[in-house]
């Protein structure tokens, strides 16, 4: 089940009017809680016929809540990655990069990113404005 996000480009630039940092929280706010993984249940070394019994029981259990949690993972990362995409679409707007020559874009935009996205999406911002004021 994939679930549609809410907000678009223009949605958002209406929103936060040019304010990258809200923005970011914005988007961020909006993002899903990632779930939780099941615990997987172990056999202990010193064990009988019931202990056996009761690890067959749990671990059918297990990889039951495990397909589970599988496909919500993938739903929570298809949901968040779209999120996503409108933010950097919007940063890349704010910054000026859909200004520059198409066949430029991409290599500045991999220059910001790759400098700042350790540190966020602001610094990847800020880096991006840098970039593009020298053309």
């Given at each position: 089940m994939t679930r549609e996000i809410d907000i678009d480009l223009k949605k958002l630039q209406e929103i936060c009017g040019g304010d990258v940092q809200k923005a970011i929280d914005t988007i961020k706010a909006k993002e899903l809680e990632w779930p939780k993984s099941p615990k997987k249940p172990y056999l202990k070394n010193q064990h009988n016929a019931t202990d056996v019994f009761e690890y067959a029981k749990e671990l059918s259990n297990y990889e039951k809540d495990k397909k589970i949690y599988d496909l919500g993972l993938k739903d929570v990362q298809e949901y968040n990655n779209k999120l996503e995409c409108v933010l950097v679409?919007?940063?890349?707007?704010?910054?000026?990069?859909?200004?520059?020559?198409?066949?430029?874009?991409?290599?500045?935009?991999?220059?910001?990113?790759?400098?700042?996205?350790?540190?966020?999406?602001?610094?990847?911002?800020?880096?991006?404005?840098?970039?593009?004021?020298?053309?």
């Open positions: 679409e919007y940063i890349q707007e704010e910054a000026g990069l859909n200004n520059l020559p198409k066949d430029k874009r991409s290599k500045v935009w991999n220059l910001a990113w790759e400098r700042g996205h350790a540190s966020g999406f602001y610094e990847v911002y800020q880096n991006l404005v840098d970039l593009v004021d020298l053309f």
